[in-house]
């Protein structure tokens, strides 16, 4: 696989835990964050799709 096939983080460098410990910055758990380089492809597939719930919950 090539790097650029790789999912990519979705770290926005704005690094901190709120009281759900999500990250404000990229919307991922603690755990998430910890584990990411360890996942597999599609378990950061499933992540994301995860981020891009809370986001939606965020905005509103």
Excluded: F, H, Y
């Excluded at 790097?3 to 759900?20: E, F, G, W």
């Excluded at 603690?30 to 919950?57: Q, S």
């Amino acid at each position: 696989m090539k790097t650029a096939d790789k999912v990519r983080s979705p770290c926005v460098s704005i690094c901190a835990l709120d009281q759900n410990d999500t990250c404000i910055g990229c919307q991922r758990t603690g755990d998430e964050i910890l584990r990411w380089t360890m996942m597999t492809d599609e378990e950061r597939r499933e992540v994301l799709r995860k981020v891009a719930e809370r986001e939606k919950k965020v905005a509103i």
